[in-house]
Nanobody
């Protein structure tokens, strides 16, 4: 059974930083794109960043995080990170990591992801 576990969320002041981690186990994630998504209360889940199954071959960032967030994979590709800098109150949301449903396929569309973590809360105070 595939399992994704996020960690690193918390409460931070505007302008601060957090680093989210996503640990994968149970199935291979080496040949699958991985993504970070977020959902704020009353809003739909949206893509934040995604990284290619091959690592840095293709990386996607939503416009609202470009220049502030960085996605990366661990050396064994079983961990995915999201470094978040210059956080804003509007970044407040539950952040989820997920695995794409198809191997060797790059996407940032949440409907094309099948395994999801439980989420970690990020709260940015003004």
């Amino acid at each position: 059974q595939a399992q994704l576990v996020e960690s690193g969320g918390g409460l931070v002041q505007a302008g601060g930083s957090l680093r989210l981690s996503c640990a994968a186990s149970g199935r291979t994630f080496n040949y699958y794109a991985m993504g970070w998504f977020r959902q704020a209360p009353g809003k739909e889940r949206e893509s934040v960043a995604a990284i290619s199954w091959s690592g840095d071959r293709s990386i996607y960032y939503a416009d609202f995080v470009k220049g502030r967030f960085t996605i990366s994979r661990g050396g064994a590709k079983h961990t995915v990170y999201l470094q978040m800098n210059s956080l804003k109150p509007e970044d407040t949301a539950v952040y989820y990591c997920a695995r794409a449903s198809r191997s060797y396929y790059d996407t940032h569309n949440p409907s094309e992801y099948d395994y999801w973590g439980q989420g970690t809360q990020v709260t940015v105070s003004s």
